[in-house]
């Protein structure tokens, strides 16, 4: 097991650059989860520390050494990829020896490892089959067990469950993540899943056209977005994201917005000023919808669009003015579609970032300030 430093990697071909100056610490043990859209620059971030893609500039150390210009015979990691990369002309137990084979590894010890690895990932009444008479799930585990089997510095898995429907893809991401706990050896996850990121990662590095956006732990990153990117990419449904403006009103101030109006207390308005435009974010499930004919505490009427049932929870989509937002709420089968609903923020939470540069300017997201 060991540590993975990555200072100010830079990947470029010819004049584009899709890795820009990425720095990160991932600790021994840590499973550090790169999430992001396509073309983010994430899985070629990984390919660099698994030496499969050269670095233009910057050091990446595993452990104590310096990796950098190393082969990826070298480094003592082991990767999974998405298309599982299966000999079709192997057993699965001819794929997981493969290695151990490559290496040198005496019978006994490729007997004893590989049996092991089966019996950890619970294909071990697999071994003699091929990989075409396997499910994807069993040859995702295949692909796992041939990684495990090395007993590496640290685990490097792109984008391992894309391929598998959406059942099995939490059945297999489960597996990982008590896979991870189990052996406790360093893991770096790439997916574009931000539900993976949050429920798999110790901590999660959020990265957009080739920057690092933000690096903290799931929750962390949730209540405390770094800007709009950040806080629009992480959570289900999105993150509600209105243009406003900051007006003064009493002894603090007051959001402005079409079809809206929020007053914020002197505690809660510190350090913004007025005249300021901003975007407001809000989260789907800190609105609550008030009862009918309620009256006091009423920053949003809006009219009901679109009501989607989803089980123990309904999502509504809410339109007044040039104002759109989606609520999530317990289950509530008396809301139709054209109703009046009435609104406030939850404990009253909410995101303000600056219109222009969408940083975060305050963040309100656990408690009532």
């Given at each position: 097991m060991a540590s993975i430093e990555i200072r100010n990697v830079t990947k470029k071909f010819g004049d584009l650059t899709?890795?820009?100056?990425?720095?990160?610490?991932?600790?021994?043990?840590?499973?550090?989860?790169?999430?992001?859209?396509?073309?983010?620059?994430?899985?070629?971030?990984?390919?660099?520390?698994?030496?499969?893609?050269?670095?233009?500039?910057?050091?990446?150390?595993?452990?104590?050494?310096?990796?950098?210009?190393?082969?990826?015979?070298?480094?003592?990691?082991?990767?999974?990829?998405?298309?599982?990369?299966?000999?079709?002309?192997?057993?699965?137990?001819?794929?997981?020896?493969?290695?151990?084979?490559?290496?040198?590894?005496?019978?006994?010890?490729?007997?004893?490892?590989?049996?092991?690895?089966?019996?950890?990932?619970?294909?071990?009444?697999?071994?003699?089959?091929?990989?075409?008479?396997?499910?994807?799930?069993?040859?995702?585990?295949?692909?796992?067990?041939?990684?495990?089997?090395?007993?590496?510095?640290?685990?490097?898995?792109?984008?391992?469950?894309?391929?598998?429907?959406?059942?099995?893809?939490?059945?297999?991401?489960?597996?990982?993540?008590?896979?991870?706990?189990?052996?406790?050896?360093?893991?770096?996850?790439?997916?574009?899943?931000q539900v993976e990121a949050m429920t798999l990662g110790n901590r999660i590095a959020v990265m957009k056209d080739g920057r690092l956006q933000q690096v903290g732990a799931p929750l962390e990153v949730y209540d405390n977005p770094a800007n709009q990117f950040v806080a629009s990419f992480i959570g289900s449904p999105e993150m509600n994201q209105v243009d406003a403006r900051l007006e003064a009103a009493g002894s603090g101030l007051r959001l402005m917005g079409d079809g809206f109006a929020i007053d914020l207390s002197t505690a809660r308005s510190a350090g913004l000023s007025a005249g300021a435009d901003v975007v407001l974010g809000l989260r789907p499930e800190h609105l609550e919808v008030l009862p009918d004919g309620a009256e006091d505490g009423v920053e949003f009427r809006m009219r009901v669009d679109l009501v989607e049932p989803m089980g123990a929870q309904t999502l509504l989509l809410c339109r007044e003015g040039g104002t759109s937002l989606r609520v999530l709420i317990s289950r509530n089968d008396g809301i139709s579609r054209g109703d009046r609903v009435a609104m406030r923020l939850g404990d009253g939470r909410y995101h303000l970032f600056d219109a222009a540069s969408g940083t975060t300017l305050k963040s309100i997201g656990t408690k009532v300030i």
């Amino acid at each position: 097991m060991a540590s993975i430093e990555i200072r100010n990697v830079t990947k470029k071909f010819g004049d584009l650059t899709v890795v820009d100056d990425v720095s990160m610490s991932i600790d021994d043990g840590e499973l550090m989860v790169f999430v992001g859209p396509s073309g983010c620059g994430k899985s070629t971030t990984l390919r660099m520390v698994a030496g499969l893609e050269t670095t233009t500039a910057g050091t990446i150390m595993i452990g104590d050494r310096d990796v950098t210009r190393l082969d990826p015979k070298d480094r003592n990691i082991a990767m999974v990829f998405q298309n599982y990369a299966l000999y079709a002309h192997k057993s699965v137990y001819g794929n997981l020896a493969f290695g151990l084979r490559m290496r040198g590894a005496s019978k006994a010890e490729i007997d004893k490892r590989v049996r092991e690895a089966a019996a950890t990932l619970g294909i071990d009444d697999l071994l003699e089959r091929r990989p075409k008479q396997l499910s994807g799930g069993q040859r995702q585990r295949v692909a796992l067990g041939r990684a495990l089997v090395r007993d590496p510095d640290a685990f490097l898995l792109d984008e391992p469950l894309s391929n598998l429907d959406a059942k099995l893809r939490v059945r297999m991401r489960e597996e990982i993540g008590s896979l991870h706990s189990r052996i406790g050896t360093s893991m770096i996850y790439v997916t574009h899943d931000q539900v993976e990121a949050m429920t798999l990662g110790n901590r999660i590095a959020v990265m957009k056209d080739g920057r690092l956006q933000q690096v903290g732990a799931p929750l962390e990153v949730y209540d405390n977005p770094a800007n709009q990117f950040v806080a629009s990419f992480i959570g289900s449904p999105e993150m509600n994201q209105v243009d406003a403006r900051l007006e003064a009103a009493g002894s603090g101030l007051r959001l402005m917005g079409d079809g809206f109006a929020i007053d914020l207390s002197t505690a809660r308005s510190a350090g913004l000023s007025a005249g300021a435009d901003v975007v407001l974010g809000l989260r789907p499930e800190h609105l609550e919808v008030l009862p009918d004919g309620a009256e006091d505490g009423v920053e949003f009427r809006m009219r009901v669009d679109l009501v989607e049932p989803m089980g123990a929870q309904t999502l509504l989509l809410c339109r007044e003015g040039g104002t759109s937002l989606r609520v999530l709420i317990s289950r509530n089968d008396g809301i139709s579609r054209g109703d009046r609903v009435a609104m406030r923020l939850g404990d009253g939470r909410y995101h303000l970032f600056d219109a222009a540069s969408g940083t975060t300017l305050k963040s309100i997201g656990t408690k009532v300030i």
